[in-house]
Every structure is written in C-alpha cells, then in structure tokens.
C-alpha cells in the first residue's frame, strides 16, 4: 500500500515523537525527558471560542507522553491518544503529535502553546447518520458511517508546576485546543471543533 504525502508526513511526525529521544540520550537519560499527562476533554463544534457551553454534554479523555528537546523543558513533542464521544454525532478516537513550547513564569506558572497534525476516527450516532452527496447532488445517507480524516491541532494551554518534596513535579493544566477536520465532506473543506480540557501532568523524580 502506497501512502499518501499526509500519511508519510503523518508517519515522519510519529517517528519524531518516539524516536527524537535517541539523539539526546547522551546528554540526559530518557526518563528524565518525559511527562506523562491525563486530561477530561469537553468538544464543541464550530468557530473557535463560540458554542463552549455544548461541551458539557459531549465528554472524552486522552492520555498525553511529552518528551522534551532541551535541558529546561520548553520544547517539546507530544504523542495524544483521546476518546470522544458526543451526544449527537457518536464517538471518536484520535492520536496526533504536536509540536509544544511551555516556558516558566514566575517560577510555576508554564503557559504553552503547540501545532501539530493528527487523525480522528469518528463512528456516527445512528439517530443522527452521515450523508453525503451522490453524482446528481443530492444529498443521502452515506454507506459509511465511520469515517477516517485528518486534523490540524492548535492548542493554547495554561499550567501551574508544583514540585513535591520527594523530587516529582505535578502540573494541573486547563488547555483549549481548536481543531480543524480537513476534508470533512463535500459541503466542508475544514471542519472546525474545538476541545476545552482539564488536566494533570506528571513528571518523575530525575535519575
């Protein structure tokens, strides 16, 4: 099977997050690079910062590996694995990997920012069926009703690190990640939704 330059570009950036660390790990071991995290996600669809309030009803979770770059810890690659469900549209599962710039403020405050690419698998609701338009036009109720697309992540985060007497650093963190769907369908070239998320991230005593 012959992949597409998405999917090749796709495969490049997955590499990158799980295997970046082997040109570092003279300078520091692995774990002392990595930050796992959790994070309870609320979707809504739409433009950016408008409909917030639907999310309540459409809950998910994903779990987060983050690998840092450099010695401060403010560059970093991300791998996201999350679930989705929405009341109206069905469920959904996505893994993407950004790119991710988290400095310290103030000693503990670590806004951030991250672009990256990903994939969502999303299965239709059947009180609420995808449709799709036939040779004529016409709208119909689609063959598939799960259906594979590409994402274009941008996320804004804010967290506040506290550092635990016996070395660990835990970072409760809210995020909200705008999240176009690329080739949605006919009527929709990019799809916008957006995920308003709360969290924890977690990183481990250093060796």
Do not use: C
């Not at 970046?20 to 609320?42: E, H, I, M, N």
């Not at 669809?45 to 690998?67: I, K, M, T």
């Not at 929709?188 to 481990?204: C, D, E, N």
């Amino acid at each position: 099977m012959q992949l597409s330059p998405l999917g090749r570009l796709m495969l490049l950036a997955l590499g990158v997050a799980l295997l970046g660390p082997a040109s570092a790990r003279a300078q520091a071991p692995l774990l002392d690079r990595l930050t796992v995290g959790l994070k309870l996600t609320s979707q809504a669809y739409g433009l950016p910062f408008r409909n917030v309030g639907q999310g309540r009803r459409n809950l998910g979770v994903a779990a987060e590996l983050s690998y840092a770059y450099n010695s401060r810890q403010t560059l970093l690659q991300t791998l996201q694995l999350g679930v989705q469900h929405h009341r109206e549209h069905g469920n959904q599962y996505s893994v993407n990997t950004q790119l991710a710039y988290r400095p310290t403020l103030l000693g503990r405050l670590e806004p951030g920012v991250a672009l990256g690419l990903g994939r969502v698998y999303s299965f239709a609701n059947p009180r609420n069926p995808v449709y799709e338009q036939d040779g004529s036009g016409t709208w119909r109720k689609s063959a598939r009703q799960h259906r594979g697309h590409w994402q274009a992540p941008l996320s804004l985060s804010l967290g506040y690190r506290v550092q635990r007497s016996e070395g660990m650093q835990v970072t409760p963190f809210v995020d909200y990640q705008i999240t176009p769907i690329i080739n949605y369908n006919e009527a929709f070239v990019a799809f916008p939704y957006s995920l308003l998320s709360v969290g924890m991230r977690v990183k481990l005593p250093q060796s």
